[in-house]
């Protein structure tokens, strides 16, 4: 594990517990979870973007027809139902299923097509920022 300034160790570790640097960083206040809003960005692809810089995952849904372009190698897992993938540079065409996890290269762009009706899918990647 890599040295972090930003970790209290409090147990489950045979190294030192800061016990008294994790009881002054608790505050046992009650609140509920962020709520952030998702935005639609084209037909079948809803962006979950959390107040964070590094991730953002966008959900495709049945009506998906591109697998857009994007900046950044990204990573794609198949919830439900399945599409055939299409590579029209290649020629190639690939069936994805549930289940299926791919690794999609930045720069990379395909058709999805031939989708069952309960497909779904989320892609998560750290998006560029300017």
């Known amino acids: 594990m890599a040295l972090s ?8 570790t045979p190294k030192f517990k800061d016990v008294q640097t994790l009881c002054e960083n608790l505050t046992y206040k009650m609140s509920g979870p962020p ?39 990204s990573i794609m897992i198949i919830i439900s139902g399945k599409a055939l993938l299409i590579l029209e540079k290649e020629n190639l065409k690939e069936e994805i299923v549930k289940g299926d996890i791919l690794f999609i290269p930045q720069l990379f762009e395909a058709k999805i097509d031939e989708k069952s009706e309960d497909f779904l899918a989320f892609r998560t990647f750290t998006p560029q920022f300017k």
């Open 35 to 73: 709520i952030f809003e998702s935005k639609k960005l084209e037909n079948g692809i809803v962006e979950y973007s959390p107040p964070v810089e590094e991730f953002v995952v966008h959900k495709l849904d049945q009506n998906v027809s591109i697998l857009q372009s994007i900046q950044a190698a």
């Open 5 to 12: 300034d930003n970790t209290i160790r409090a147990g489950l």
